[in-house]
Each structure stands twice: as C-alpha cells, then as structure tokens.
C-alpha cells in the first residue's frame, strides 16, 4: 500500500474514533505475548458481595462490567472526558458510581472507603491509596505489558 493509501486509512481510523478500551480496530495489527498471570482472575479472587470496591482509570467501564461487581458497592475513576462522559451514560445502569478525575493523587473519596481497588494500566499514589483503602483493604494492580523490564525479570530469575 502506497503512503498516500495509508494516509486515506488513517484518516478514516481517526473520523471513526474509539471509546473507552475498544481497541478491536486493532485486532488484526496488534501482537500480544501470553503472560505469566491473569489480573481478572486476581481481581475475581478478591471480589465479594460485601467488599466495596474501586476501579481506578476505568476507560469505559468494559472490564469492570466484565467482572460483574456488586451493585452499590462499586465506583470507577475517569480522566479522559470522552471515556467519563460513556461511562455516566452506561456504568449507571450496572450499580457503578462514576467520578471524573483529574488528579490520581487527590481521589474524590473519604477516608478508609474502599476494600478493594484495582488499577490497570492507570497511574496511581501509593499515599492516596493508603488513605481511601480500609484497613486491610487490598490494592491489584496491572503496570506492565509481557515485554517489559525483561532485564530486570531475568535478573530477579536467578536470585
């Protein structure tokens, strides 16, 4: 394909635009290595009816839909305006509580108000977790892709 086709391409990707983590535009381009753990299996592992709980940058809410959390008991964070403005018109419906964001390190929630708070991919203070997690609240998190700090991973290996 000649660069002005692909210029043609792009330009019709960008008119059509994206919400929330909807990347099946993507499908046939993207590579993904297996990785070594599963986060929705951890963050089910944890869940419960009575557990108040938190998704922190929560794009448009599909995978926190996906885990069929407790209703009432559930909140989300979103920064980017457009994937906030989805997800008020469509996490209502499900029990979930949405807050537009714009700084991780000062989160809209009284103290010691969540059990659980999951986190993937999505920037975050540990003094700001420490303040809105109940004692004894667990964080999970997902912060990197299967390539990276391979270094780092192979040294850790050999301890």
């Not at 792009?10 to 499908?27: A, Y």
């Not at 297996?34 to 299996?41: F, H, I, M, R, V």
């Not at 979930?96 to 999951?118: K, M």
Request: charge should be negative; aromatic fraction near 12%; charged fraction near 30%.
């Amino acid at each position: 394909m000649n660069r002005e086709k692909f210029r043609e391409a792009w330009k019709k990707e960008e008119e059509r635009g994206f919400q929330g983590w909807d990347f099946s535009l993507l499908t046939e381009r993207m590579e993904e290595e297996e990785l070594p753990w599963d986060y929705k299996a951890a963050v089910l592992a944890y869940m419960s009816e009575e557990r108040v709980m938190l998704d922190m940058g929560t794009g448009g809410g599909e995978f926190l839909r996906s885990l069929r959390p407790p209703r009432g008991k559930t909140y989300a964070t979103e920064a980017y305006p457009p994937n906030y403005e989805l997800c008020r018109a469509v996490l209502p419906a499900y029990g979930i509580e949405v807050r537009l964001i714009s700084d991780d390190a000062s989160l809209p929630f009284d103290d010691g108000s969540f059990d659980l708070v999951i986190n993937r991919h999505e920037a975050y203070s540990v003094q700001e977790l420490n303040r809105i997690l109940k004692p004894g609240g667990l964080f999970i998190t997902q912060q990197v892709g299967g390539q990276n700090n391979r270094g780092l991973s192979r040294w850790l290996d050999l301890r």
